[in-house]
């Protein structure tokens, strides 16, 4: 199934990754509006909502921005772009390093991100206040 047409993006994440719980908690205290959700990689949204098999891999952030999904570090300075104020020059200015190079970092991190930041037992929950904000 294609993901679903929207104006309000997603970033897909792994629910169980310190790094990845605190890239979201970051996303979330400098996005005002509200404008992206976010859903865990090993919940139900992404299992219905991503093309095949892209929830299985747990070691990228996805971002469906309503009509393409971007995966590693494209899904990053893209969800960056879409903050206001420092962090969409900054979103802007990773997008000028070159994808081999930033992916390449992005992998990095990737393989060695619970040895690092550790793993949780279960995904995040969300506060009443983002409740809104998360797909199950």
């Given at each position: 199934m294609d993901p679903p047409s929207t104006d309000r993006p997603i970033v897909f994440f792994d629910g169980v990754c310190g790094l990845c719980n605190t890239w979201i908690d970051f996303v979330v205290r400098r996005d005002p509006t509200g404008q992206i959700r976010f859903a865990p990689l090993q919940g139900e949204s992404a299992a219905s909502l991503l093309?095949?098999?892209s929830e299985q891999n747990p070691?990228?952030?996805l971002l469906w921005d309503g009509t393409t999904l971007f995966d590693r570090s494209d899904a990053i300075w893209r969800t960056l772009?879409?903050?206001p104020g420092i962090w969409r020059i900054a979103g802007r200015l990773l997008r000028l390093v070159p994808r081999p190079l930033r992916d390449w970092?992005?992998?990095?991190i990737a393989r060695n991100r619970y040895r690092l930041f550790g793993k949780k037992e279960t995904c995040r929950m969300p506060t009443p206040e983002e409740r809104?904000?998360?797909l199950p």
């Amino acid at each position: 199934m294609d993901p679903p047409s929207t104006d309000r993006p997603i970033v897909f994440f792994d629910g169980v990754c310190g790094l990845c719980n605190t890239w979201i908690d970051f996303v979330v205290r400098r996005d005002p509006t509200g404008q992206i959700r976010f859903a865990p990689l090993q919940g139900e949204s992404a299992a219905s909502l991503l093309p095949g098999g892209s929830e299985q891999n747990p070691e990228t952030v996805l971002l469906w921005d309503g009509t393409t999904l971007f995966d590693r570090s494209d899904a990053i300075w893209r969800t960056l772009s879409r903050l206001p104020g420092i962090w969409r020059i900054a979103g802007r200015l990773l997008r000028l390093v070159p994808r081999p190079l930033r992916d390449w970092g992005y992998r990095l991190i990737a393989r060695n991100r619970y040895r690092l930041f550790g793993k949780k037992e279960t995904c995040r929950m969300p506060t009443p206040e983002e409740r809104g904000r998360f797909l199950p």
